[in-house]
């Protein structure tokens, strides 16, 4: 289901992408501004916003929690990218109802929050524009988040949370 919704909106950029480069734009022009960023670009930088769309080069960062270690690919929304450039983070996050630790911001992040239906264990969500929430383990949910990326590989991570507040540091590898 996670790979229809992705295939979906990746789709849904390429049109919002082809009409804007219809709208007067000549054809070398819209194609020198669509080629692949530069190699010399550093990790994790994200390109310029081009009418509202950017697009992350890198969207991996790393979470340590103890000992663990565990890659994060974050969404490509504006979220996940206000989230990245508050990097590197070294925080507490506060055990949640045995199913989700969850850090407050002072500040309020950009928020698009969505009926998400089922999460799942390594989901790292957006809730309130202003709680990043964790989750490890597999639930059905009525509330509404923003979904800022997920853990690639969550072999560990319910081990790693234990149970109460744990130490987490984020930060782009």
Do not use: W
Not at 29 to 53: F, R, Y
Not at 55 to 83: T, Y
Not at 92 to 121: C, V, W
């Amino acid at each position: 289901m996670r790979a229809i919704a992705r295939i979906s909106l990746t789709c849904l950029l390429v049109i919002v992408l082809l009409a804007l480069m219809g709208c007067g734009e000549s054809a070398s022009q819209a194609s020198k501004e669509n080629q692949a960023p530069s190699d010399t670009m550093e990790t994790g930088d994200s390109l310029p916003e081009k009418e509202g769309v950017s697009i992350m080069k890198e969207n991996r960062v790393e979470i340590h929690i103890g000992n663990q270690r565990f890659s994060v690919i974050l969404e490509d929304n504006p979220s996940a990218r206000a989230l990245a450039e508050r990097m590197p983070l070294d925080i507490t996050m506060t055990e949640l109802n045995g199913n989700e630790k969850y850090y407050r911001f002072s500040e309020r992040l950009p928020s698009n929050d969505q009926q998400i239906g089922q999460i799942h264990a390594g989901d790292l969500m957006l809730y309130d524009s202003s709680y990043v929430v964790l989750f490890y383990k597999d639930f059905a949910t009525s509330y509404r988040y923003t979904r800022l990326g997920h853990i690639e590989h969550t072999d560990g991570l319910r081990e790693a949370v234990d149970s109460g507040d744990i130490r987490v540091k984020i930060h782009h590898p």
